[in-house]
């Protein structure tokens, strides 16, 4: 389950960029994630994203670890699992990042993904892009 990018508007390819990752956290491909006090760290709830984390998988990164990662421009389209039974949510709908940064919920209170199609079953993937 991740964020995996769609495409983009304008047929533009996303460009990747590198950032120390924090001490002592944990990514995983296709992570939603954001700055916080100059660490890049992973969103969820209402956070708005920055970047999708795009490297293999982390258990604990170490100091000065580098990590790739790709922006959240409102031209990009991308794919996310539905955390839970996202079937109420329809098009235009704006909903939360679930707490792994890697899903979204069905909870549309101050939502950041809006939704590109009706929503779906739980781990059901739906298309949408970052408000």
């Known amino acids: 389950m991740a964020f995996e990018?769609?495409?983009?508007?304008?047929?533009?390819?996303p460009i990747e960029k590198e950032f120390a990752a924090k001490a002592g956290d944990a990514y995983a491909?296709?992570?939603?994630?954001?700055?916080?006090?100059g660490d890049i760290v992973k969103?969820?709830?209402?956070?708005?994203?920055?970047?999708i984390y795009v490297g293999k998988d982390i258990a604990s990164a170490v100091t000065g670890q580098i990590i790739n990662v790709v922006p959240v421009l409102p031209e990009y389209e991308?794919?996310?699992?539905?955390?839970?039974?996202?079937?109420?949510?329809?098009?235009?709908?704006?909903?939360?990042i679930a707490s792994d940064g890697a899903a979204v919920?069905?909870?549309t209170t101050n939502g950041k993904f809006q939704l590109l199609e009706n929503g779906k079953a739980s781990g059901a993937y739906v298309r949408g892009r970052f408000v």
Do not use: C, I, W, Y
């Open 43 to 51: 969103a969820s709830g209402t956070d708005a994203p920055e970047f």
């Open 105 to 107: 919920t069905a909870t």
């Open 5 to 13: 990018f769609l495409r983009a508007e304008n047929n533009a390819s």
């Open 29 to 37: 491909h296709g992570m939603a994630v954001k700055f916080s006090s």
């Open 78 to 96: 991308f794919a996310a699992p539905f955390s839970v039974d996202g079937s109420a949510r329809v098009t235009g709908d704006k909903v939360q």
